[in-house]
């Protein structure tokens, strides 16, 4: 691992000797350096995008409900013909 002075990120070098390894307090504070790097990348949607996903996700949980339900509606149907018993 080498730190990489542009960013401050410790990232794997090429041919860079094998350094020691860090006890496990250093490797849990490089843990939440890390972390605090990546919710840096984040961007947070706009409400019209927020919207959008929010409908993607209600229509496809809508489809899939169609789908379940109708998958047993049919197995039921099913059952009923081969056994002549109401479920």
Same mark, same amino acid.
């Given at each position: 691992?080498?730190?990489?002075?542009?960013?401050?990120?410790?990232?794997?070098?090429?041919?860079?000797p094998r350094e020691k390894k860090l006890?496990?307090?250093?490797?849990?504070?490089?843990?939440?350096?890390? +972390?605090?790097?990546?919710?840096?990348? &984040?961007?947070t949607p706009t409400r019209q995008e927020?919207?959008?996903? /929010?409908? =993607?996700?209600?229509?496809? +949980?809508?489809?899939?409900?169609?789908? &379940?339900w109708g998958m047993d509606y049919v197995?039921?149907?099913?059952? /009923?013909? =081969?056994?002549?018993?109401?479920?």
């Amino acid at each position: 691992m080498v730190q990489d002075d542009a960013k401050g990120e410790i990232v794997a070098g090429g041919n860079a000797p094998r350094e020691k390894k860090l006890n496990v307090f250093a490797r849990i504070a490089l843990f939440i350096r890390q +972390v605090f790097a990546e919710l840096r990348k &984040v961007v947070t949607p706009t409400r019209q995008e927020l919207v959008k996903y /929010t409908l =993607v996700v209600l229509g496809f +949980v809508v489809i899939m409900m169609a789908l &379940v339900w109708g998958m047993d509606y049919v197995s039921s149907w099913l059952t /009923t013909q =081969v056994f002549g018993v109401p479920a």
